[in-house]
């Protein structure tokens, strides 16, 4: 197929198998016309296929969020290409479309169809992206913290409880006690901490950590922007007070960077709530003032997967749904 994959299969086909985690393989390339080209839905997610001709080496990639490989596939030795970060799928399925394109459209080599695409493409994988990815994720997930609230305790207190966005140390703030929510787009419960006082209690309150578990929805799933607009609506029904604090949260949380609002996303499990005294973190304690004083910033990753739910929760974990 001359076309190429952009015109063949759109990012809704491939978000519609991915959510019902259905598998599908489909054949670019025509007969007899160049290398066998496939790219294929499955279990990894998306994947582009390339035949290796003449013993040819598969491409090295520069990035961490490429994958190459040689493997052996439909009987034929072929290159591999795919991503080990499924929150960064649509991107890669868009970066394996302009490689195909490439190689289907304008008879380039895998070698240098490869190369051409990750340097014109190495922009949207840098760290800025992520970033701003995550920024998005971690709204998405305090939305439904805030969703959850309204519903329990009403517009108003939970608009007082969200501190977050104002720059305080925690997302939400409900009567004595602090909830971090973290939310991330990974199979695993791993969570970035930002500081070594983000996992400790504030004085006189107890401190949970609310986990979120993203997937990439489909059609069933839910856009930040309809997150936004539904509760924009509920808010503006409470009254024009209530309708524009939330608007100001609203303003205060987001960035200027909206370019990938309109991925859908579904809750993956259950959130996972866990009061921060069984959670692993890092202490300064054990160091002197003078040497606590020349740490400026500290930032790690824990992972959270398989812990049990701490008793007591002061949410319901069933009833955190996205907006």
Known sequence: MDDGLSLVLSWSDVDYYLSRG?????????????????????????????????????PRSPLPAVLVDRVAHHGTTMARIRTPRPELMRDFHDLIAAIADRILRDKQTLSIAF???????????????????????????????????????????????????????HDFVVRNLGLEVKTTASESRKHTI???????????????????????GGSDGRTLRESIDALTQSAAAEGAAIGARFAQAIAAARTDDEGREGDRW??????????????????????????????????????????????????????????
């Open 266 to 323: 579904s809750l993956r499990n259950e959130p996972l709530l866990l009061s921060s005294e069984k959670l692993p973190r890092i202490s300064l304690d054990h160091l002197d003032p003078d040497d606590r004083g020349r740490i400026s910033a500290v930032r790690y990753d824990i992972d959270l997967t398989g812990l049990a739910p701490s008793a007591n929760p002061p949410i319901d974990p069933a009833a955190l749904q996205l907006p």
């Open 194 to 216: 930002n500081g070594v006082d983000q996992l400790t209690p504030t004085v006189g309150q107890a401190l949970w950590i609310v986990s979120i578990q993203l997937t990439r």
């Open 22 to 58: 259905e598998a599908a393989s489909l054949v670019l390339s025509s007969p007899d016309s160049g290398p066998v080209v496939v790219y294929e839905i499955g279990a990894d997610g998306v994947v582009l296929y390339v035949e290796l001709t003449n013993r040819a080496a598969p």
């Open 115 to 169: 190369a051409e695409t990750i340097r014109s493409w190495s922009a949207l994988l840098d760290r800025g992206h992520l970033a701003a990815l995550q920024r998005r994720l971690g709204l998405h997930g305090e939305l439904a913290v805030l969703r959850s609230l309204v519903e329990s305790q009403g517009w108003d207190a939970a608009l007082r409880a969200w501190v977050g966005p104002f720059g305080e140390e």
